[in-house]
């Protein structure tokens, strides 16, 4: 009976480390846009920055290394919705 347990012990311990395992990379896989992070700001070195300046009328310059917003009102306005400021 005792090894019988054993063997359930350790299937259920496996079968909740593969979980784990799973569900720990469905969440790095979605890491940007579950964040509510733009595509296109991925790669920038401020990604929530960029996100909003794209979400306010703003826009990635030529090059694709800087972006730029228009509206700083509006600009704030984002980042304080998004709960980033």
């Not at 259920?12 to 593969?18: D, E, K, N, P, R």
């Not at 799973?22 to 979605?30: I, V, Y």
């Not at 979400?55 to 704030?76: D, Q």
């Amino acid at each position: 009976m005792s090894r019988n347990l054993s063997t359930i012990q350790f299937v259920a311990a496996v079968g909740f480390l593969a979980g784990t395992m799973l569900a720990s990379l469905a969440f790095a896989q979605s890491g940007a846009q579950g964040a509510g992070i733009n595509p296109q700001c991925t790669t920038m070195g401020k990604p929530r920055q960029c996100t909003c300046a794209l979400e306010t009328g703003g826009v990635i310059e030529p090059g694709g290394k800087r972006w730029r917003y228009y509206n700083v009102n509006r600009y704030t306005a984002c980042m304080v919705q998004h709960k980033w400021m």
